[in-house]
């Protein structure tokens, strides 16, 4: 040992399954400070994981340590095709568990913004997008964020698509700086919920 540091050992990656949506929902409530999806409830969340670990229309992986998941990934070729076999398969299921907080204004506001955001996105954005990407705070800074990200990436690229949309919260100035250095371009900024506002940006992955 001549004191050259130790190699990183690699991240190692997977296909999310379905045993594994009840630690990437708890990821997303307990380590995402960026979705306010997380409002809508503990089940729907579950839900909407569920349908990103099922449905043909997402790409979804997970980084394990010994076993344990540290973070995961889901991306999907076409934004609109995902959400619309989500209201297809669950959409009953989810109104269910959405309707007694919609009596909250903000939750209220939360579920409007998700209707209106396809016809308010403009037609020049990819179709590709990613759906939730979040990392627990052990794995920060460890690559793990940077391998999940190439690995969707790639996976995009096997499946024909050119460019993936990308949206994070102007003051997240981890998540811009990541996106930046992993070769995103930033296409503008614009209001998503009534006191938030989002950087857009573009990654090619051909």
């Known amino acids: 040992m001549s004191g050259t540091p130790a190699e990183r050992a690699p991240v190692a ?56 998941i540290t973070g995961y990934i889901a991306v999907t070729p076409s934004t609109r095709a995902f959400y619309r076999d989500f209201v297809l398969r669950k959409g009953f299921l989810a109104a269910c568990l959405v309707l007694p907080r919609m009596l909250q204004p903000a939750h ?37 964020g940077s391998a999940l990200f190439q690995n969707a990436v790639e996976a995009l690229q096997a499946r024909g698509v050119q460019q993936l949309k990308i949206m994070t919260a102007v003051d997240n100035d981890a998540a811009n700086a990541f996106y930046r250095r992993h070769g995103s371009r930033f296409v503008r900024s614009e209001p998503f919920y009534r006191d938030t506002r989002v950087n857009v940006y573009v990654r090619d992955c051909a």
């Open 13 to 68: 990656l997977r296909p999310a399954r379905p045993a594994d949506v009840p630690v990437l929902a708890r990821l997303m409530i307990e380590d995402f400070d960026g979705s306010r999806l997380v409002d809508l409830g503990p089940r729907f969340i579950a839900l909407l994981h569920r349908h990103m670990v099922t449905s043909a229309h997402c790409i979804c992986r997970v980084a394990e340590d010994a076993g344990r």
């Open 108 to 144: 209220l506001r939360t579920v409007l913004k998700g209707l209106t955001y396809f016809p308010q996105a403009p037609d020049v954005d990819p179709a590709a997008e990613i759906v939730s990407f979040v990392i627990g705070p052990a794995a920060r800074r460890s690559g793990v």
